[in-house]
């Protein structure tokens, strides 16, 4: 695992954190980043070349977000295993909230499911014959080959067990394995480059050789995941957290950069919860204002609207960060909180059996036009159960939340 030194701003005014890994950091960051914008970009058309890419840019949000969890759960892991299951357990309620916001039914292959059932499994195995760094990338090695052998497309139907939702256990636990292999065995920023260029390589030509009709399995596409993205996604993600850890120096003289993706990172939580609404303003707007009808007159419009809704989207979820920060002081310590914590399973299963009972109702995938009441329910639990995970039980130093 790659060390640390201690960082200080250009006017020495300011201690950084030796034990944070600023390449995680920055990695968790933007991984939010990029799924706030995807997730408004979603309300948009895709009609033109430049919002096309723009859109494959913003969803390697996935990539983004598994790897570091991955690295991030390698580093929890070293707490012990009461640790992890104080968190495995909290978080497996917050993985049920999400499938009923979007699925309204506790079952589905939605993104913090996949990564719950691999964080439960990779615990539970490693707690007997840990470690297992090996075997973990020789089934990520073997899952991007699976990828390239068998029609991709049947592993996701495989592995989504017949659940809705976009990310079956295979072969999107790939990234959350390379992430804990990463986490372990890198660390030489000019290797870890060198190997990240060549993944990233190989994953785009095989895609163009894909797109000229050489084989089917050499197509670079997300959902399902092809060989190709699994490739480029793994290599695009080591690139990103080595050059951030190799250039250290830029990213902390970089004004706001070390300081925002801090403060992302030490709440990451608390922000996928709140990216939730964040985007559905600008979302709104889109209708509100026509901006839909534009667009399609006048095409030229499509990017730049991705880019100025994302910026917005991105204003608001700090905004809300902000807000929670100061209210969760105030509110923490009361009493019907307190007796809350104290029975924190009978709670949760309390507030997700009425979601249940009121979800029946609802329809389905919400949108900035379709989020109901229940939907709002749905989410405050969800972003509570975030609250009591990321702010209830704070890590040790050098191990990021």
């Not at 509100?288 to 009808?293: E, H, N, T, V």
């Not at 905004?319 to 105030?330: C, D, S, Y």
Request: net charge positive; proline share 5%; hydrophobic share 55%.
């Amino acid at each position: 695992m790659i060390s640390h030194v201690s960082q200080t701003s250009p006017g020495g005014s300011h201690s950084w954190d030796k034990d944070r890994d600023p390449g995680l950091d920055f990695l968790r960051a933007l991984s939010i980043v990029c799924m706030t914008v995807s997730h408004y970009s979603y309300h948009l058309p895709q009609l033109t070349l430049s919002a096309r890419v723009l859109q494959f840019v913003f969803e390697t949000s996935a990539p983004l977000f598994f790897f570091s969890f991955g690295m991030t759960f390698d580093r929890f892991f070293a707490k012990g295993a009461g640790f992890m299951w104080e968190r495995s357990r909290r978080f497996f309620y917050l993985a049920l909230c999400v499938n009923l916001l979007f699925h309204k039914r506790l079952l589905a292959s939605d993104f913090f499911w996949f990564l719950w059932f691999w964080q439960a499994a990779v615990a539970l195995i490693e707690g007997f014959f840990r470690p297992l760094t090996v075997l973990w990338a020789i089934i990520a090695a073997g899952i991007a080959g699976g990828l390239f052998l068998f029609p991709f497309t049947d592993m996701s139907n495989v592995f989504g067990l017949g659940l809705p939702g976009s990310f079956p256990l295979l072969p999107w636990g790939g990234f959350v394995l390379a992430g804990i292999v990463f986490s372990r065995v890198g660390g030489s920023t000019g290797r870890d480059m060198g190997i990240s260029i060549l993944l990233m390589v190989l994953g785009l030509g095989f895609g163009l050789a894909g797109s000229l009709g050489v084989w089917n399995n050499f197509i670079l596409v997300r959902w399902p995941m092809s060989g190709p993205y699994f490739l480029f996604g793994t290599g695009m993600v080591i690139f990103l957290i080595s050059a951030v850890r190799h250039w250290q120096s830029i990213y902390f003289s970089a004004p706001g950069l070390a300081r925002g993706s801090g403060y992302i990172s030490k709440n990451l939580l608390t922000f996928v919860a709140l990216h939730f609404v964040a985007y559905l303003p600008a979302g709104l707007s889109l209708g509100l204002f026509d901006i839909l009808g534009l667009i399609r007159q006048h095409p030229w419009l499509n990017a730049p609207a991705i880019v100025l809704g994302g910026v917005v989207s991105m204003v608001i979820l700090v905004i809300l960060g902000r807000a929670t920060e100061t209210l969760w002081p105030v509110i923490q310590g009361k009493k019907i909180l307190v007796i809350a914590r104290r029975h924190f399973d009978g709670v949760a299963l309390l507030l997700l059996g009425l979601l249940i009972v009121l979800g029946k109702e609802s329809g389905g995938y919400p949108t900035a036009w379709t989020f109901t009441l229940t939907d709002t329910a749905i989410w405050f639990v969800l972003w509570y159960f975030a609250l009591e995970i990321q702010k209830s039980g704070k890590p040790k130093a050098g191990l990021p939340d």
